[in-house]
Nanobody
Framework: VQLQASGGGLVQVGGSLRLSCAAS????????VGWFRQAPGKEREFVSA????????YYTESVKGRFIISRDNAKNTVDLQMNTLKPEDTAVYFC??????????????????WGQGTLVTVSS
C-alpha cells in the first residue's frame, strides 16, 4: 500500500480545511490510520487516528472538538476535517497506516506506511 496525503493549503484563522489520505495498491480499511504533523523546528506529533475494524477514534487534546477523522471506504481514503484552525495548527501533515496496538496508536513507531505530507498554513 502507498499513501498520498492531499488537501493542505493556506487558510485564515478560524477557517477550515479537509485533508485526505488516499491509498493505492491496497485497501485502507484493513489498516489503522493516523495523522501526524510536524511544525518548523519541532518534532513530529500525533494528531488523530482511526482504528481498523472497530473504528475507534483518537485525538490529541489540542484538536478535540475542532478536528474530525473519518473513513470513506468507497473512495479508499481517510479524511481529516479541520475546523476553527489556529496559527499553531500550521505544520506539514502526514498520514500513516499500520497495525498499532493501543499503547502505540498515538506514536509514530506504531505505523509502518507513511505518505509524503501536505502543508497546512494558518495565517493570522
Amino acid at each position: 500500500v502507498q499513501l498520498q496525503a492531499s488537501g493542505g493549503g493556506l487558510v485564515q484563522v478560524g477557517g477550515s480545511l479537509r485533508l485526505s489520505c488516499a491509498a493505492s495498491g491496497g485497501t485502507l480499511s484493513g489498516y489503522s490510520v493516523g495523522w501526524f504533523r510536524q511544525a518548523p523546528g519541532k518534532e513530529r506529533e500525533f494528531v488523530s487516528a482511526i482504528r481498523r475494524s472497530i473504528g475507534s477514534k483518537y485525538y490529541t487534546e489540542s484538536v478535540k472538538g475542532r478536528f474530525i477523522i473519518s473513513r470513506d471506504n468507497a473512495k479508499n481514503t481517510v479524511d481529516l476535517q479541520m475546523n476553527t484552525l489556529k496559527p499553531e495548527d500550521t505544520a506539514v501533515y502526514f498520514c500513516a497506516a499500520g497495525f498499532p496496538i493501543t499503547s502505540t496508536i498515538q506514536r509514530s513507531n506504531g505505523y509502518r506506511i507513511w505518505g509524503q505530507g501536505t502543508l497546512v498554513t494558518v495565517s493570522s
